[in-house]
């Protein structure tokens, strides 16, 4: 940096002294991790669309979308007993008691494998985004292009209450925390410490698919997780508007070219530091790479796909409109992290748990509609993860801590209106009961589950486990719902 530049006047001081105040010593280092964080666009909401579309993909392009419930969805709930024996059992006070739906609301589904009980699914999973004459979640279902799982969960080893009880098996540690079990959950190996998330280790093994590594393969909508954590493909964040960009200090008065002009000065100087070199290091690439999705995302045509103006809807949204654009930049493979929050619901459960499937049917369901628009729905599958179930016995107005819970799938290439895995014997005390209230031992584990998705993306038989270590503990490595 020159002070003899003309351009570098007191208003640039003044710019560049807002800059050194706000990065701090004990800042430092958080502000590094987290610059492709900064800066957010406005949320587009459910208006004029902005340019989004790209080309076709090409037929080999797939992309993998995890959506994480956090906080412990109960999918007691979300897959209700609907044959008149287990419907009673499950609302009598001995099952579900005042967190019980009414069953005239259940939404019966059909599931092509019968297990010899019927299945109705939560009403508000037929909710949809005004105008588009469909039912959301339960008419994907209907079409073949949504499956559930049956009670998954965190498994070091097939687990029966037995084995529990007399705790003569390993069992995943911590099994009732939110922090423990949703690393667990997004790393699939219960029982290590954790380094790499599944995620993270699949596009370790097939990023070499792609054509550009200027982009990461691997994007989140919602912030930094443990599932997108790998050894060679790191994480990029951007917002559920679109891309990041660096912004100024509240309540500046610096031009905005000032600001630019500072900012390439204070990029291109020579440091002698290593750390200072670094952090330049990766703020130039956080600026470039968030120009070049800029760029991209506002040279493609617009969705006629109406999402959702909620976060979660912005998110699938802009999750679209990058797949879109994945021949621009270059992918053939990308993995993507959306979540949306507030299922720990130990009290007035009913109403908020009716609010977030609302919106989870409405949101997943554009995102869909919005596959099937760019031509890829057979390329594009969205699965769901979350902490843990929760407790079939309610706590007076909820539902607390459980284990093992149900999921769902959704996509093209799944194959859909039928039940994978076996939903847990809903029985209090019963054999899939690791206590007193219903806390579901899984049937399947996670890692059946994560390697059923990772071989459609493409991680062959052979490394697979490098992927699930534990894999060969269980009887299942492909459930076949995709």
Not at 92 to 97: F, I, L, P, T, V
Not at 213 to 231: A, D, E, P, R, Y
Not at 373 to 384: H, I, K, P, W
Request: neutral net charge.
């Amino acid at each position: 940096m020159n002070p003899k530049n003309p351009a570098f006047d007191p208003v640039r001081r003044q710019f560049l002294g807002q800059c050194c105040a706000a990065v701090t010593a004990t800042g430092m280092l958080s502000t590094l991790a987290q610059l492709r964080m900064m800066g957010a666009v406005a949320s587009p909401g459910n208006g004029p669309q902005p340019p989004a579309r790209a080309g076709n993909l090409p037929s080999d392009f797939k992309a993998l979308v995890c959506l994480f419930l956090a906080g412990g969805n109960d999918a007691n709930n979300m897959i209700v007993p609907f044959d008149t024996a287990g419907y009673n059992a499950y609302a009598s006070a001995a099952g579900r008691g005042a967190i019980a739906l009414p069953r005239s609301q259940l939404l019966e589904i059909k599931p092509a494998t019968n297990d010899g009980r019927g299945w109705g699914m939560h009403s508000s999973l037929n909710a949809d985004v005004a105008g588009t004459n469909t039912t959301g979640l339960k008419a994907l279902f209907d079409q073949g292009k949504m499956a559930l799982l049956g009670n998954v969960g965190t498994l070091v080893v097939p687990t029966t209450k037995a084995q529990y009880t007399s705790r003569s098996v390993p069992l995943p540690p911590q099994l009732f925390s939110h922090n423990d079990q949703q690393v667990e959950w997004q790393s699939s190996i219960a029982d290590k410490p954790f380094a790499t998330g599944w995620g993270g280790r699949v596009a370790d093994l097939t990023h070499a698919l792609n054509g550009n590594t200027s982009i990461s393969m691997s994007i989140s909508l919602n912030g930094q997780n443990s599932f997108q954590v790998g050894k060679r493909v790191v994480q990029f964040a951007v917002n559920p508007g679109g891309a990041v960009s660096l912004s100024a200090a509240a309540g500046t008065s610096v031009p905005a070219n000032i600001r630019r002009a500072a900012q390439n000065d204070l990029l291109a100087r020579q440091n002698a530091n290593l750390f200072e070199a670094a952090f330049s290091g990766v703020t130039e690439n956080a600026i470039a790479d968030s120009a070049l999705i800029s760029g991209v995302l506002s040279g493609n045509a617009p969705f006629t796909t109406a999402f959702p103006g909620t976060g979660l809807g912005q998110q699938l949204r802009t999750i679209a409109r990058l797949i879109a654009s994945a021949p621009q930049l270059g992918l053939k493979r990308q993995i993507y992290f959306a979540r949306i929050g507030g299922f720990d619901l130990h009290d007035a459960q009913l109403g908020a748990h009716a609010n977030l499937f609302a919106d989870i049917s409405r949101s997943v369901a554009a995102f869909h509609r919005a596959t099937v628009e760019l031509g890829c729905a057979d390329q594009v599958t969205l699965f769901t993860a979350s902490d843990f179930g929760r407790t079939y016995n309610t706590n007076g107005d909820g539902s607390d801590h459980g284990w093992g819970s149900n999921h769902f799938v959704v996509g093209g290439a799944v194959k859909g209106g039928d039940i994978y895995g076996r939903m847990a014997d809903l029985t209090i005390r019963g054999p899939d009961d690791a206590g007193t209230r219903g806390m579901w031992i899984p049937t399947t584990s996670v890692d059946e589950y994560s390697a059923t998705l990772a071989s459609w993306f493409g991680v062959s038989a052979t490394d697979l486990p490098i992927v699930f270590p534990n894999l060969g503990r269980f009887a299942k490595p492909n459930l076949g719902f995709v």
